[in-house]
């Protein structure tokens, strides 16, 4: 056989087991080139509503409830900041409930109300309210325990010596990159990791630094959140789908079912992998609103969410502050008890809650330019012309 056949062969078998080997991970490549071109332009707003087509995930079908009523209120008189901010934000949908009632709902580039969105950030707040089911049901006695009480695997990690409040309060102390628009940063390796079908759980076990000591510093992790599912799941023997949809999410009566993306292993994205209809976003708002009681039924309590709605982490003096996952504007006036708070996710998911006017804003969107400066007071300054619009002031 000359050089040259040789050569040719040796190039048909490389071929060959490239086939193979890329027949055999069809679906592992296909959700790696999702990840890679899931913000992309022209794909954004199609991928969030379709995340279920891309990632491995769970589905929570909707329960027997029947569906909560959002009873129409007056039209809202949208304030001139509206249009231009549904343009420059991106947005792709807004629900406004003033009262409990909706005022004001809309549906932009190509998206309709049947369509789930993904929450992003805006998850975190939900994890939070299942942490709350768990210790009003006496399943955490106790926030100041270590996490690796329920949490074994975590023995010997950078989590070890933090507690459940200091995770909660995203003052871990872990050293995590959080940079969305860095390749090679901690949060973009861990969406490579929910691709390929590797272990979420493992991922978090591999973190061995720390910056600071527990408790002393707020920095924004998002891997904690996935931490607090870790104690979660140890504290009852239950997977977070399925306390979710038996304690939060069937007692809501939500109009469809919800959805988790997951990782190989059917573990939830906690962090930022819940799928709802952007009505049933508003309707846990609006349960929120009404300090944990909806139709009848206390889903978390009250004290919980006083304490979890407090700005109580160790942010910097006049910087945005933070409860137990959930955001509070810098500026908010927290001498009052029913002070705003929200959650927050990126590319534009937002849940507002003015407890004071009784506002509820959900909006979700495909903001590509939603860490651009004044983005952020953009929205802030929206979503409280609305409240005061809907509160008639």
């Not at 210790?135 to 270590?146: M, R, S, T, Y």
């Amino acid at each position: 056989m000359t050089l040259l056949k040789r050569i040719a062969a040796v190039l048909a078998l490389l071929a060959l087991i490239v086939a193979i080997a890329a027949a055999f991970n069809r679906d592992r490549i296909a959700r790696l080139m999702a990840v890679n071109s899931l913000f992309a332009e022209d794909r954004i707003v199609e991928n969030f509503s379709n995340m279920d087509r891309l990632f491995f995930n769970t589905e929570m079908p909707k329960g027997d409830v029947p569906v909560a009523p959002l009873p129409d209120g007056p039209a809202l008189a949208l304030p001139a900041s509206y249009t231009p901010w549904v343009a420059d934000r991106a947005v792709t949908s807004i629900v406004v409930l003033h009262e409990g009632r909706l005022v004001h709902e809309a549906y932009y580039l190509g998206t309709g109300p049947q369509d789930r969105r993904i929450s992003w950030s805006v998850a975190k707040s939900f994890l939070a309210t299942l942490i709350g089911t768990a210790v009003d049901a006496g399943e955490i006695a106790d926030l100041d325990a270590p996490v690796t009480q329920y949490a074994p695997a975590l023995d010997g990690t950078a989590y070890d010596g933090a507690s459940i409040r200091n995770v909660l309060n995203m003052a871990s102390g872990v050293t995590f990159d959080e940079d969305y628009f860095d390749f090679w940063s901690d949060i973009n390796r861990m969406g490579r990791v929910l691709a390929l079908g590797a272990s979420m759980d493992a991922f978090a076990a591999r973190l061995d630094e720390t910056f600071t000591d527990p408790g002393r510093q707020f920095q924004y992790t998002s891997i904690d959140t996935h931490v607090l599912s870790m104690v979660l799941r140890g504290a009852t023997g239950q997977d977070i789908p399925t306390l979710m949809k038996a304690r939060v999410l069937d007692p809501l009566g939500l109009e469809d079912g919800a959805s988790y993306v997951t990782d190989g292993n059917g573990v939830a994205f906690v962090l930022g992998g819940l799928n709802l209809r952007t009505r049933d976003y508003a309707r846990f708002g609006q349960m929120i609103l009404q300090d944990g009681a909806w139709q009848g039924r206390q889903i978390v309590s009250a004290d919980w969410l006083e304490q979890a709605l407090a700005p109580s982490a160790p942010t910097q003096p006049g910087r945005i502050r933070y409860g137990y996952q959930w955001w509070i504007p810098a500026d908010a006036d927290i001498t009052s008890p029913r002070h705003e708070v929200l959650g927050r996710g990126v590319y534009g998911q937002h849940l507002y809650i003015d407890r004071q006017r009784n506002v509820v804003i959900a909006t979700n969107g495909a903001d590509r330019a939603f860490r651009a400066p004044g983005a952020f007071d953009q929205n802030m300054a929206l979503f409280r012309d609305i409240a005061r619009a809907a509160a008639g002031e």
